[in-house]
């Protein structure tokens, strides 16, 4: 690296992620990418949860370790816990998918990272989920993110960060916006 | 265009459809007025000459400025001429119309950005009880029956439409999606007028980051008004209008709006932050700080704590959608293979990938101001320099 350049490293390869965007747009076919998981019910409302292969690039692509996930609902459901809740999960993915971007648009920037911490609220009514009350949704009535972030930058310019980090996210699009479900019983 | 080729004794003629200023006489709303002020339409060897310089243009004014035009410089227009195809030939192109068909060497399409107006493919699913109309349709809200109004899109022309019917008593719900808020004056000046000053109009297609986003970034939310009034999604909650988040499907009759309006907001008050720092510095830098306003900014965008995520449209609120989600152009005609997989066409600062073919008019060609009527001039200069190279032959065809 010359020595003129101001050594911004929050550990994202941006080169990549720009060369990848160039090739893409002359080659929008690899763009196409699929995301997978596997599930298989254990006990009660316990399931254990598998994710390893995905497509893209035009070809079959593995994590570099299989990820599994235990799922289950809280003792006060009269379950075993033994995993974070559905729903949790959901936090889970908005929250890494916001950070991810925010270090991806910092290290573009040239804004040097000290640390994100992110904490989640997402309210809920059950009435919705334990059919008291059908004008009640089951999903999160509203999701409240809030982040502490220490860099190199102005206030404004943080926030440009995680507005633009919205912007961009594949799990925040995911939320806020209908998908259409397909769910079949071979 | 006709202009700096004629300086240049280039022959030629402008072939027009209709009239002199035939969109802005018959696919304009009546209540439209220029979004720029008067000053700022200058055209080669013509200005504004009246004793109104601040004041924007109606429909009528544009019109009676752009045919005085015309007349002025002699511009060799035929009139009623209606261009069916363009393609190539040996000499050049072969231009056909419904009046005869004409062979060129070179050919500048300047029909503009604005031909179509964009209709999401959701709109197939808008019940068949709800009216939609886009707004080359729209004339003033009398044409619209009584009760609710979705407007759909909240850049210049969604926020001046859903002004306008709210204001007639049509109750106004807004989709917001992308949009670039901007005051209309600011620290005492009109904002073009400080874009203008301070260069960032005349800013070059090769010189900013990344063009292809720069060309489809949505029209500023300005309105030209006596009042030079600023018409933001603020001055919109105001009268009564409810905000909504983008229209992101309708499912069953009823229409589903996107939770992310809070961060829309939050992205065009920081974009708009940019740009008041921008102006403030260059005020700085060009001592102009005791001659103008101090600087301010803005409140917030306000957003309700819970926008709605959802409407139904078939239980009568909503009699009415009108589409504001942009304009496209109409290569319909074009018979020459320069268009890329999404529709646009290929070209280098308007300098079109077929030689000899040259492109105007259309958001930031050459120049940030280039869709303006005063970005005509600069990018007419230019690409009239590289045509008349062209034509001596000095110019490599592969050479943009």
Redo the contacts between chains.
């Keep these: 690296m010359a020595a003129s350049e101001t050594a911004v490293d929050n550990g994202v390869n941006v080169q990549a992620l720009l060369d990848a965007r160039e090739a893409l747009t002359a080659a929008p076919e690899g763009a196409k990418f699929e995301w997978r998981a596997t599930c298989e019910w254990k006990n009660g409302t316990h399931s254990h949860s598998t994710v390893e292969g995905f497509f893209g690039l035009g070809e079959e692509q593995k994590h570099v370790t299989t990820f599994t996930f235990d799922a289950d609902h809280p003792e006060i459901f009269a379950s075993e816990d033994k995993g974070a809740a559905p729903v949790e999960y959901i936090l889970v993915g908005l929250v890494s998918c916001l950070t991810a971007g925010i270090a991806a648009i910092a290290q573009h920037r040239e804004i040097q990272l000290r640390s994100i911490k992110a904490t989640l609220e997402g309210s809920m009514d059950i009435q919705g989920i334990l059919g008291i009350d059908s004008d009640v949704r089951n999903g999160f009535g509203d999701i409240k993110v809030t982040f502490d972030i220490d860099a190199d930058a102005t206030a404004d310019e943080i926030k440009a960060l995680v507005a633009q980090s919205q912007k961009r996210s594949a799990v925040y699009d995911a939320i806020t916006n209908p998908t259409n479900i397909t769910v079949e019983v071979n | 265009m006709s202009r700096c080729l004629a300086e240049r004794s280039i022959d030629h003629v402008v072939l027009e459809r209709g009239e002199v200023a035939n969109t802005w006489k018959t696919e304009r709303w009546a209540s439209l007025r220029l979004l720029t002020p008067n000053w700022q339409s200058r055209l080669p060897g013509f200005g504004y000459q009246g004793d109104d310089p601040d004041g924007y243009r109606t429909m009528p004014e544009v019109i009676a400025f752009i045919d005085r035009y015309a007349k002025v410089i002699s511009a060799p227009v035929r009139a009623h001429t209606t261009v069916t195809s363009v393609s190539r030939s040996d000499a050049g192109y072969l231009v056909a119309t419904d009046r005869g068909d004409w062979h060129a060497r070179t050919v500048v399409l300047a029909t503009g950005a604005c031909n179509i107006a964009r209709v999401p493919a959701l709109a197939e699913a808008v019940p068949s009880a709800v009216t939609t109309l886009t707004p080359v349709q729209y004339r003033n809200p009398d044409q619209l029956e009584e009760g609710g109004v979705l407007v759909v899109g909240a850049s210049a022309t969604g926020t001046q439409l859903a002004d306008e019917i709210h204001r007639s008593g049509r109750p106004v719900t807004l989709a917001v999606g992308e949009h670039i808020r901007a005051p209309r004056v600011y620290r005492g000046r009109d904002l073009e007028w400080w874009m203008d000053a301070a260069g960032v109009l005349d800013e070059r297609y090769d010189e900013v980051d990344d063009i292809v986003r720069a060309r489809k970034v949505p029209s500023l939310q300005l309105t030209g008004s006596s009042e030079r009034a600023t018409l933001d999604l603020n001055a919109l909650t105001g009268i009564g209008v409810k905000l909504v ?2 229209l ?2 309708i ?1 069953e009759g009823k229409a ?1 709006f ?3 309006l809070r ?2 907001c ?2 065009s008050d ?1 974009k708009m ?2 740009l008041l720092d921008t102006i403030d510095e260059w005020a700085t830098d060009n001592g102009l700080d005791g001659e103008v306003e101090a600087p301010h900014r803005l409140p917030p965008t306000e957003v309700e704590e ?1 926008p709605p995520l959802g409407m139904d449209l078939t239980s009568g609120e909503i009699r009415t959608i009108v589409w504001a989600t942009g304009f496209r152009p109409d290569y319909s005609w074009l018979d020459v293979p320069v268009l890329d ?1 999404k529709g646009q066409l290929r070209h280098d600062g308007g300098v079109v990938e077929s030689p000899g073919m040259y492109l105007m008019g259309i958001q930031f060609l050459r120049r940030r101001k280039s869709a303006l009527i005063d970005g005509a001039g600069d990018d007419a200069r230019d690409l009239s320099d590289h045509l008349a190279s062209y034509l001596d032959g000095q110019v490599a065809t592969t050479d943009h």
């Design positions: 988040g983008r992101a499907g499912n589903q996107s939770g992310s961060n829309l939050a992205l920081l932050g940019r819970s997989r």
